[in-house]
């Protein structure tokens, strides 16, 4: 069992920046393997945004390339989204995603609970 928990969102306007924090707990967070962030904005389809995977590469979505950066301190178990030239675009529900990897091929997914960003012109 694990908990997602972010925080970090609220109103900025176009241009400007933003860091996102999502922190995970439970007993089973060693077996992490991917965290990373969806968004979903009114009327449209949950979207990644960003992931980050154990020992591994970081993805984005095309959207956010050269703009967003996702990075994880291990020792703290919080992954974070450093968000920059922001656009109404941008505006969501910003949602903390993980991975667990048990016994190499069972997996489980955990969602955070979401935090608003709201990008204004």
């Known amino acids: 069992q694990v908990q997602l928990v972010e925080s970090g969102g609220e109103l900025v306007q176009s241009g400007g920046s933003l860091r996102l924090s999502c922190v995970a707990s439970?007993?089973?967070?060693?077996?992490?393997?991917?965290m990373g962030w969806y968004r979903q904005a009114p009327g449209k389809q949950r979207e990644l945004v960003a992931i980050?995977?154990?020992?591994?590469?970081?993805d984005y979505a095309d959207s956010v390339k050269g703009r967003f950066d996702i990075s994880r301190d291990y020792t703290k178990n919080t992954v974070y989204l450093q968000m920059s030239s922001l656009k109404p675009e941008d505006t969501a529900v910003y949602y903390c995603?993980?991975?667990?990897?048990?016994?190499?091929?069972?997996?489980?997914?955990?969602w955070g609970q979401g935090t608003q960003v709201t990008v204004s012109s």
């Open positions: 439970g007993n089973n967070i060693a077996e992490i393997n991917k």
């Open positions: 995603y993980a991975r667990l990897r048990l016994r190499h091929t069972i997996f489980y997914e955990y």
């Open positions: 980050s995977t154990t020992g591994s590469i970081v």
